[in-house]
C-alpha cells in the first residue's frame, strides 16, 4: 500500500448503495436464523454457510463506511471533543432509546420472544443494546464515537492509526477464542471487538489502497470466501454449534469482511446491470438503514407469529400496533 496526500472518494450514492446491501444482508441473516437445520442437513448445508458467511460484510461494512465518514468530515474542520460527542450521541440516541423500550414491552407481552435476552435492569439493558439481539450495535458505535477523536490525533500516520486498531481488534479475537465460555453477545457488544474496521475506515479517507490490490480484490475475495465456507462447514458437520462457526468475530472474518466490503466500494458502479429499479431500492434501503435496523427483528417476528399462529389475533394486533406506531414515530423523528 502506498501512501498519497489525499485519500479515497466514494460519492453519496456509492455509499447508500453500499448500505443498502449491508441493510439488506443484516436482514436475511436474521430471516436464516428462522430457517431451522439449514447450517446442519449435510445435504444442503454448504449452500447457505457459504452464502451465510458472504453476508458477515454487513456490519463490518457500516463501522468502515461510519470510519470514512467522520474521516471525510472533519479531515479539513477543527474538532472539539465535547462538541462532536454531543452531535454524534443525539442523532442515533432518540431511535434507539424508542426501539428499546418498544422492544422491552413487546418482550413483556410475548416473553417467549425473549428467550436468551438478559432480564437486566433498564439502566443495564440500554448500556449493553439488550433489549434485542442486534442493538449490540449501538453500544459499539457509541464506543467508537468515544475513541475517534483519539484515533484521530494519528491522522498524520494513518498507518499507524489502522496498524493499531487492527491489532487491537487480532488481541481480542486470540483472547476470545481462548474462552469459550464467553458468548457472542459478550464479545459483540465490546467497541475494541470491531475496532480494526473503524480504523479501517478512517484510513481510507486519508490514503489510497495501491491499484494492483483494487484490481485483484474480486480473487482474494473469491478465495477466502470458499476457503471460510468449506472450513465452517466441516466444523458444523464434526458437531461445532453453527453460532460459534459462523459468527463476526473470527479472525478469517476480517479480511473476508474488508475484501467485501472494499469490493462493493470500488465496484457499486457496476451494479447498473441490475437495472435502475435495483439501483433505486438499494439507495432507499441505504438512506433508511438505522430504522431498518432497529425495526426489523420484531418486525420479522411479528411475520413469523402470523405464519405460525403463534400468537393469538388480539396479542398479535396490539404488537403490530405497537410495531407500526414506533415505524411511524421514527420517521417523525429522523426528519
Known amino acids: 500500500m502506498t501512501k498519497k496526500v489525499s485519500g479515497m472518494v466514494f460519492s453519496a450514492t456509492r455509499i447508500n448503495a453500499v448500505k443498502g446491501l449491508a441493510i439488506f444482508s443484516v436482514v436475511l441473516l436474521h430471516v436464516f436464523a428462522y430457517l431451522k437445520g439449514i ?20 456490519v463490518p461494512s457500516f463501522l468502515i463506511l461510519s470510519g470514512y465518514g467522520l474521516a471525510a468530515k472533519y479531515e479539513n474542520k477543527s474538532f472539539f471533543y465535547w462538541p462532536f460527542i454531543k452531535k454524534r450521541f443525539l442523532k442515533l440516541l432518540p431511535l434507539y432509546l424508542l426501539w428499546s423500550l418498544v422492544s422491552i414491552l413487546i418482550f413483556k407481552l410475548v416473553p417467549v420472544w425473549s428467550s436468551g435476552l438478559s432480564p437486566d435492569s433498564i439502566f ?13 450495535f449501538l453500544p459499539v458505535i457509541f464506543q467508537l464515537y468515544l475513541l475517534f477523536p483519539f484515533l484521530w490525533l494519528l491522522r498524520k500516520q494513518p498507518q499507524l492509526l489502522f496498524g493499531l486498531s487492527l491489532a487491537v481488534q487480532i488481541l481480542f479475537y486470540l483472547y476470545f477464542s481462548l474462552h469459550f465460555s464467553l458468548t457472542d453477545r459478550f464479545e459483540y457488544v465490546l467497541g475494541f471487538s470491531w475496532l480494526g474496521y473503524f480504523g479501517l475506515g478512517i484510513w481510507l479517507r486519508l490514503c489510497s489502497l ?33 453460532l460459534p462457526a459462523l459468527k463476526f468475530t473470527r479472525l478469517f472474518v476480517i479480511p473476508l469482511a474488508t475484501l467485501v466490503s472494499l469490493w462493493f466500494l470500488f465496484f457499486s458502479a457496476k451494479f447498473h446491470f ?62
Do not use: E
Not at 477466502?224 to 465452517?232: K, N
Open 124 to 136: 443495564t439493558i440500554l448500556l449493553l443494546g439488550r433489549a434485542d439481539y442486534q442493538l449490540y
Open 39 to 58: 447450517y446442519t442437513n449435510a445435504s444442503y448445508n454448504f449452500i447457505f454457510i457459504l452464502l451465510d458467511q458472504a453476508m458477515r460484510f454487513c
Open 210 to 242: 495501491h491499484p494492483s490490490i483494487i484490481k485483484f480484490i474480486g480473487l482474494m475475495t473469491l478465495t477466502i470466501l470458499l476457503s471460510m465456507a468449506l472450513f465452517a462447514k466441516r466444523a458444523i458437520d464434526n458437531g461445532l454449534d453453527p
Open 274 to 335: 441490475l437495472g435502475l429499479k435495483a439501483g433505486k431500492v438499494l439507495s432507499f434501503l441505504g438512506k433508511n438503514s438505522y430504522l431498518i435496523f432497529l425495526s426489523h427483528t420484531l418486525g420479522l417476528r411479528i411475520i413469523y407469529a402470523i405464519i405460525t399462529a403463534q400468537l393469538s389475533i388480539f396479542t398479535l394486533i396490539w404488537i403490530s400496533l405497537l410495531w407500526s406506531a414506533a415505524v411511524y414515530l421514527s420517521l417523525k423523528l429522523k426528519f
